[in-house]
């Protein structure tokens, strides 16, 4: 079973209920398509404000293997390249969640290898 957590932009979680990316994620569409043939399990839901690393932290403890970072994030997010590249120390990391697997203006950063 591959563990997954999915983190979505704060500002955007204000009006969001995170329907698109839950939709994605159980029917393994959009970024999820690739785990067809895999078990997968989400175990976290959460988004970047507050204290990012203690949850990050709390994600790797709980044994997630890799991170979705939103397509919201991608449109949105200041940094969202280097904060893939941190996050990609120590999880395997999906640059975008649900929509187009190219973003419009920013490029999807993935990070894979370790169990993906
Ligand atoms: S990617 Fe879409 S569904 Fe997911 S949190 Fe952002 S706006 Fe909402």
């Known amino acids: 079973m591959l563990k997954i957590a999915i983190l979505v932009r704060e500002e955007t979680s204000q009006r ?12 393994k569409t959009e970024s999820f398509s690739r785990y067809r043939d895999t078990d997968i399990e989400l ?6 404000g507050g204290d990012l690393d203690y949850k ?3 994600m790797k403890e ?3 293997q890799v991170i ?6 991608r449109a949105k997010y200041d940094g969202y390249e ?5 996050i990609g120390k120590n999880f395997d990391v999906i640059g ?21």
Do not use: N, P, W
């Open 62 to 64: 709980a044994g997630v």
């Open 43 to 48: 175990i976290g839901f959460f988004h970047s």
């Open 96 to 116: 975008y969640t649900h929509g187009s697997c190219d973003g419009k203006k920013v490029q999807t950063v993935s990070i894979t290898g370790k169990s993906i």
């Open 56 to 58: 990050l932290a709390k």
């Open 82 to 86: 280097e904060l893939v590249a941190e």
């Open 16 to 27: 969001c209920t995170g329907k698109g990316c839950l939709r994605s994620f159980f029917a």
């Open 68 to 73: 979705h970072v939103s397509t919201c994030m």
